[in-house]
């Protein structure tokens, strides 16, 4: 099992471009979710799905978005990049009930410059 | 509005030297409590769940305890492979699918 993948690992934008960072996952997970994590800050919950075609906003949703088409994938938006979004995202998934542990991503670096 | 705190920020130890990691938490009924463990350039790795106050839970070195307003991960006899940064986590009832993490205690365990 591969369990959660993100791609790419690493990218750098420029103000006002646009990128999708990818996350798929492969244990029939029905929960997924998006954090940014910020140097010396706790993870942020962005946008979390608990099924396909079923998305819903977290703490910090403002200039990003969402689809979830498939169980497997989870895809996040960035529209018009700023420096703000600066931080490292992280996907996670886990199976509906207990122990709610999540599966996390090994994590998008994004610098916007 | 829901908080977690964790103390301290970071901590040496020698190995074989034992200490705890300390995570106090407000929230509006707790769902669970979550205990990740985050190496450098990686994703936490998912390590223990408490649902009550007087629950314990363990594994290898580490044990985590709860009580109605704190958690403690014991770390008993170190090795150096236990450096890591310790995530604390809570969820709240209410259906709402947030987790609400403290900023992690950076352990680092000197051989």
């Known amino acids: 099992n591969a369990g959660v993948t993100q791609t790419p690992k690493f990218r750098i934008l420029k103000i006002g471009q646009s990128m999708t960072l990818q996350c798929a996952q492969d244990m029939n997970h029905n929960y997924m979710y998006w954090y940014r994590q910020d140097p010396g800050m706790g993870l942020k919950l962005i946008y979390y799905?608990?099924?396909?075609?079923?998305?819903d906003k977290g703490e910090v949703p403002n200039g990003y978005n969402v689809s979830r088409s498939t169980t497997e994938d989870f895809p996040l938006r960035l529209e018009l990049a700023a420096p703000s979004q600066t931080s490292v995202y992280f996907c996670?998934?886990?199976?509906?009930?207990?122990?709610?542990?999540?599966?996390f991503g090994s994590g998008t670096r994004l610098t916007v410059v | 509005e829901d908080q977690v705190t964790q103390s301290p920020e970071a901590l040496r130890l020698q190995e074989g030297e034992s200490s705890s990691l300390n995570c106090s938490y407000t929230?509006?009924?707790?769902?669970?409590l979550f205990w990740y463990r985050q190496d450098p350039g990686k994703g936490p790795e998912f390590l223990f769940t408490l649902y009550s106050a007087g629950e314990e839970k363990e594994k290898e070195r580490l044990k985590a305890t709860l009580t109605k307003k704190e958690s403690f991960l014991h770390i008993t006899a170190p090795k150096p492979e236990d450096s890591a940064t310790y995530l604390c986590?809570?969820?709240?009832?209410?259906?709402?699918?947030?987790?609400?993490f403290g900023k992690g205690t950076k352990l680092t365990v000197n051989p």
């Open positions: 986590a809570v969820g709240a009832q209410g259906g709402s699918e947030k987790l609400v």
């Open positions: 996670a998934s886990r199976v509906q009930g207990a122990p709610y542990g999540y599966t």
């Open positions: 799905s608990v099924g396909a075609g079923i998305t």
């Open positions: 929230v509006s009924g707790l769902r669970g």
